[in-house]
C-alpha cells in the first residue's frame, strides 16, 4: 500500500520543494554558502593540450556509448578538454574519451574539494531531507517485512545516506572509494567496502534495497555495475537511482554552459529515455520516475542575461513553475526505482 503522500501530487510537491536548493535559499545564495560559488572544480585543467584543447592522449581512452555499446557519434561540444558526444543510436550524452580507470580511482580516493561543497550547512540541510523523502519513497514500495531491511548505499559521498538509512532502523553498508569518508564511516560504526563493487565478494541475493545517489553519471561503466547490483538484490528487490538529467530544463536552456558538464567526473548524462532503455534492458521493472530540483533560479538567471549560478535575477517567466518543471519531468535530477525481475 502507498503512503497517502505518495498519492497526493501537491503533498508530494511539497515535499520536493521543501529541499530545493534554489527555492529554499535562492539560486546565488545556495551556490555562494556551500562554497561552489567560490570553487572552481576543474582538477585537470593544467592537463589540457594547448593545441588540441583536449586533456593529454596518454590519460585518456576511448569508449563507446556505455548504454548501447555504438561507437562515438559527431561531438556536440568540449569542456575542460573532455568532448562530450551524443550518442546517434540511444540518445546519451556521453564523455567519449575518459580518463584512465587508474587516474580515476585516485581522484575518487583522495578527492576533498567536492566533499567539503556537500559537507556545507546549506547542502546537508537539504540533503537530509531529500534522503529522508528517498527512504520513505522506498519504504512504501516494499513490503513490510522487507522494509527497513539490509541496504547498500553505493557511492556514500559524505556519508549522511547511509547514518539516515541506519537511524531509520535500516541494516546499512556503504561502498565509499573515497578514504575520508570510509574512514569516518567506519568510526560510526558503520561497515564500509572500500573498492569498487565489481571487485567486491558480496553474495548473491543479499539486499532490499541498494542506492545509487548520484553515480552512475561517474561510471565508466554503468552497465557492469548494475548488473552486479541485480545479482546482489534480493528478488523483487529495489534499486534506487538518482542521476543528472540531461533532458532537464536547465541542461536544454545552458547547454555546456550547466554545471553538469564537465568531464572529468561527470562521464554519462541520462535522460528518462535512455536511463529507462538501460533498466529494461537489465531486467529490472520501473516503478516510480520523477524528477526532482528545478535550478529554477538559474534558468531566470540565463534568461535575464545574468551569470545562471551567481546572477539574482527576480522571476523572468511566471509561466514556467515548479509544479510545470517536475510534470514535464524537466527537474535537473531524475530520481527512480526500479524493481528487480525474476529470480
Ligand atoms: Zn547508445
Given at each position: 500500500?502507498?503512503?497517502?503522500?505518495?498519492?497526493?501530487?501537491?503533498?508530494?510537491?511539497?515535499?520536493?520543494?521543501?529541499?530545493?536548493?534554489?527555492?529554499?535559499?535562492?539560486?546565488?545564495?545556495?551556490?555562494?554558502?556551500?562554497?561552489?560559488?567560490?570553487?572552481?572544480?576543474?582538477?585537470?585543467?593544467?592537463?589540457?593540450?594547448?593545441?588540441?584543447?583536449?586533456?593529454?592522449?596518454?590519460?585518456?581512452?576511448?569508449?563507446?556509448?556505455?548504454?548501447?555499446?555504438?561507437?562515438?557519434?559527431?561531438?556536440?561540444?568540449?569542456?575542460?578538454?573532455?568532448?562530450?558526444?551524443?550518442?546517434?543510436?540511444?540518445?546519451l550524452?556521453?564523455?567519449?574519451?575518459?580518463?584512465?580507470?587508474?587516474?580515476?580511482?585516485?581522484?575518487?580516493?583522495?578527492?576533498?574539494?567536492?566533499?567539503?561543497?556537500?559537507?556545507?550547512?546549506?547542502?546537508?540541510?537539504?540533503?537530509?531531507?531529500?534522503?529522508?523523502?528517498?527512504?520513505?519513497?522506498?519504504?512504501?514500495?516494499?513490503?513490510?517485512?522487507?522494509?527497513?531491511?539490509?541496504?547498500?548505499?553505493?557511492?556514500?559521498?559524505?556519508?549522511?545516506?547511509?547514518?539516515?538509512?541506519?537511524?531509520?532502523?535500516?541494516?546499512?553498508?556503504?561502498?565509499?572509494?573515497?578514504?575520508?569518508?570510509?574512514?569516518?564511516?567506519?568510526?560510526?560504526?558503520?561497515?564500509?567496502?572500500?573498492?569498487?563493487?565489481?571487485?567486491?565478494?558480496?553474495?548473491?541475493?543479499?539486499?532490499?534495497?541498494?542506492?545509487?545517489?548520484?553515480?552512475?553519471?561517474?561510471?565508466?561503466?554503468?552497465?557492469?555495475?548494475?548488473?552486479?547490483?541485480?545479482?546482489?538484490?534480493?528478488?523483487?528487490?529495489?534499486?534506487?537511482?538518482?542521476v543528472?538529467?540531461a533532458?532537464?530544463?536547465?541542461?536544454?536552456?545552458?547547454?555546456?554552459?550547466?554545471?553538469?558538464?564537465?568531464?572529468?567526473?561527470?562521464?554519462n548524462h541520462f535522460n528518462?529515455?535512455s536511463l529507462?532503455?538501460?533498466?529494461?534492458?537489465?531486467?529490472?521493472?520501473?516503478?516510480?520516475?520523477?524528477?526532482?530540483?528545478?535550478?529554477?533560479?538559474?534558468?531566470?538567471?540565463?534568461?535575464?542575461?545574468?551569470?545562471?549560478?551567481?546572477?539574482?535575477?527576480?522571476?523572468?517567466?511566471?509561466?514556467?513553475?515548479?509544479?510545470?518543471?517536475?510534470?514535464?519531468?524537466?527537474?535537473?535530477?531524475i530520481?527512480?526505482?526500479?524493481?528487480?525481475?525474476?529470480?
Open positions: 500500500m502507498k503512503a497517502d503522500w505518495l498519492r497526493d501530487k501537491k503533498t508530494r510537491l511539497e515535499r520536493k520543494n521543501s529541499f530545493d536548493g534554489s527555492l529554499v535559499y535562492g539560486t546565488s545564495k545556495f551556490n555562494a554558502d556551500t562554497g561552489r560559488a567560490a570553487r572552481v572544480l576543474q582538477p585537470f585543467k593544467d592537463l589540457i593540450d594547448r593545441e588540441t584543447g583536449l586533456i593529454g592522449s596518454d590519460l585518456v581512452r576511448s569508449r563507446n556509448c556505455p548504454v548501447c555499446g555504438e561507437a562515438p557519434g559527431p561531438g556536440l561540444f568540449i569542456k575542460d578538454g573532455f568532448r562530450h558526444v551524443r550518442c546517434p543510436r540511444c540518445g550524452i556521453y564523455v567519449s574519451l575518459i580518463l584512465r580507470e587508474d587516474i580515476l580511482i585516485r581522484y575518487w580516493r583522495e578527492e576533498t574539494a567536492w566533499l567539503s561543497v556537500l559537507h556545507s550547512s546549506p547542502q546537508s540541510d537539504m540533503d537530509a531531507l531529500k534522503y529522508q523523502y528517498g527512504l520513505d519513497l522506498a519504504q512504501s514500495l516494499l513490503k513490510e517485512d522487507e522494509a527497513p531491511g539490509a541496504l547498500l548505499d553505493i557511492g556514500a559521498g559524505t556519508g549522511d545516506f547511509v547514518l539516515k538509512a541506519r537511524e531509520g532502523g535500516w541494516d546499512a553498508t556503504a561502498l565509499e572509494l573515497n578514504l575520508e569518508t570510509a574512514d569516518y564511516l567506519e568510526r560510526e560504526g558503520i561497515q564500509v567496502i572500500v573498492k569498487p563493487l565489481e571487485l567486491s565478494d558480496l553474495e548473491g541475493s543479499s539486499f532490499n534495497l541498494i542506492t545509487l545517489w548520484e553515480v552512475l553519471e561517474h561510471l565508466t561503466d554503468p552497465r557492469i555495475i548494475l548488473q552486479k547490483t541485480r545479482r546482489i538484490l534480493k528478488d523483487s528487490g529495489l534499486l534506487l537511482i538518482v543528472p538529467n533532458g532537464s530544463l536547465v541542461t536544454r536552456i545552458l547547454h555546456e554552459k550547466s554545471n553538469t558538464f564537465g568531464g572529468h567526473s561527470h562521464l528518462v529515455e529507462t532503455l538501460l533498466l529494461n534492458d537489465l531486467d529490472f521493472e520501473i516503478v516510480e520516475l520523477e524528477t526532482i530540483l528545478t535550478e529554477l533560479g538559474t534558468i531566470n538567471n540565463f534568461l535575464d542575461f545574468q551569470d545562471p549560478y551567481l546572477g539574482n535575477a527576480g522571476e523572468f517567466w511566471p509561466l514556467i513553475t515548479p509544479e510545470l518543471i517536475h510534470d514535464k519531468l524537466w527537474g535537473s535530477r530520481l527512480l526505482l526500479a524493481r528487480k525481475k525474476g529470480g
